[in-house]
C-alpha cells in the first residue's frame, strides 16, 4: 500500500519512476540522489549511464536523443551519456547527449551541457565551460565559510 501511494504521489509530482528506467537499461551507480522535477530522457535511457555518488538537483534534464531533425529530416539523433562518479549538477541544468562529465565536476545552476567536461573540474554556463578546478572550488569556498554562513544538518528540513 505504501509502496503504491508513493508511487502515485511520484507521479503527481512529475518525479520519473527509476526502477522503471532501470529495467529498461538507465545505469545508475552507488548513492545516487535525484531532487524533484529531474527528467531522466524515458525514451533512451539506456543510453544514460551515471556514476557512484551523483547529485542531480531540482529541474535537471538528462536527453540521449535530439528530435530536431525528426520533422525536416524524418530520423533524430541518439548519442550516450556518460556521467562520472562524484559528481553534482545543479538546479535547472541540462546535459545533452553525446556528452561525458568526468569524475569529481561541479556542475553550476541553470547550465548546458553541451560538450564534454573533464575530471576534477566545475563548469557553468550556457555552453557549459570549465571555470576552475574542484580543488581550486572547494579552497576558495572553504575560506569564504564561517560560523554566521555555516549550518548543520538541524538546520535542513530532515531535521
Not at 562520472?84 to 547550465?111: E, H, P, R, Y
Not at 548546458?112 to 557549459?128: E, K, L, R
Request: proline share 4%.
Amino acid at each position: 500500500m505504501k509502496k503504491t501511494l508513493r508511487r502515485l504521489l511520484g507521479r503527481l509530482r512529475g518525479e520519473p519512476n527509476l526502477e522503471k528506467l532501470k529495467r529498461r537499461g538507465l545505469q545508475i551507480g552507488k548513492n545516487f540522489k535525484m531532487m524533484g522535477e529531474v527528467i531522466i530522457d524515458p525514451s533512451h535511457c539506456w543510453h544514460i549511464s551515471i556514476g557512484d555518488n551523483v547529485i542531480l538537483a531540482p529541474r535537471v534534464h538528462i536527453l540521449a536523443h535530439d528530435a530536431s531533425t525528426g520533422l525536416f529530416l524524418k530520423y533524430t539523433k541518439v548519442a550516450n551519456v556518460n556521467i562520472g562518479n562524484n559528481v553534482f549538477i545543479g538546479a535547472g541544468s541540462i546535459v545533452l547527449m553525446g556528452v561525458t562529465i568526468g569524475d569529481n565536476v561541479v556542475i553550476g545552476a541553470g547550465s548546458i551541457v553541451s560538450h564534454n567536461i573533464p575530471s576534477n573540474s566545475v563548469a557553468v554556463g550556457n555552453p557549459a565551460k570549465v571555470v576552475c578546478s574542484l580543488d581550486e572550488y572547494l579552497a576558495k569556498e572553504k575560506q569564504l565559510m564561517t560560523p554566521e554562513n555555516t549550518f548543520s544538518e538541524e538546520y535542513t528540513l530532515r531535521n
